[in-house]
């Protein structure tokens, strides 16, 4: 079973630092996604990634934040300033576009500490 | 309006019980429906999805999405202590873009 995977599982990083979150996604999807979630919270949409470009962002997605596909097979989040709000678990996911098989994916997460 | 509402339970049943798991939506937008199972402190897990309408059958699982009543559903049969997780329903409105989350249900089958 294809995986989208996620590095790392967890960090810690002092307020104010910068944190770069790491993920694979499935090799023959086209859409890339990143979520959060807060503890006891909902699952949250930040931002989408199609063809290079961001497609769709969420008002979570601020200035603070950004995501890159370095090469062709990473896809990374990037904090650029954390503060203690931000902690919460970060999803990657990724999907083909459309169709019978959506495939809709979800990485393990990564669990960030902001201290 | 984009929201998407769960009952977040608990839900308690003993093993073999027919499990019935609801979101309602406000958006008549919305196309693509899925169901996901996620552990504690895990990445959700898709276990159905369904375009547009209609029933959708898979092993014990069973989705169904009501459209004109904007209601969706998950049935699980015969119900077992593995089963126990938090379902969370996701709908999205057009391929490629963000799904909205339920808040989850969390469900525990005591054998």
């Known amino acids: 079973e294809p995986e989208v995977t996620q590095t790392p599982s967890h960090q810690v990083t002092q307020m104010g630092q910068e944190v770069i979150l790491r993920c694979v996604p499935i090799?023959?999807?086209?859409?890339f996604y990143w979520y959060r979630q807060i503890l006891g919270q909902k699952v949250e949409f930040l931002v989408s990634?199609?063809?290079?470009?961001?497609?769709?962002k969420s008002e979570i997605f601020d200035d603070q934040f950004s995501v890159e596909r370095p090469d062709g097979s990473n896809f990374t989040l990037k904090i650029r300033s954390t503060k203690l709000e931000d902690s919460a678990m970060y999803f990657c996911a990724s999907s083909v576009s459309m169709g019978q098989d959506y495939g809709y994916t979800f990485g393990s997460g990564t669990r960030l500490t902001v201290v | 309006q984009k929201e998407v509402e769960q009952d977040p339970g608990p839900l308690s049943v003993p093993e073999g019980a027919i499990v019935s798991l609801n979101c309602t939506y406000s958006?008549?937008?919305?196309?693509?429906f899925m169901w996901y199972r996620q552990y504690s402190r895990k990445g959700p897990e898709l276990l159905m999805y369904t375009y547009s309408s209609g029933n959708k059958e898979d092993g014990r699982f069973t989705a169904q999405v009501d459209k004109s009543s904007k209601y969706i559903s998950l049935f699980i049969r015969d119900s077992q202590p593995s089963d126990s997780a938090t379902y969370l329903c996701a709908i999205g409105e057009q391929a490629g873009t963000a799904l909205i989350f339920g808040k989850g249900t969390t469900l525990s089958v005591s054998s």
């Open positions: 090799s023959n999807h086209l859409y």
């Open positions: 958006n008549s937008a919305f196309q693509y």
């Open positions: 990634f199609y063809n290079n470009e961001i497609s769709e």
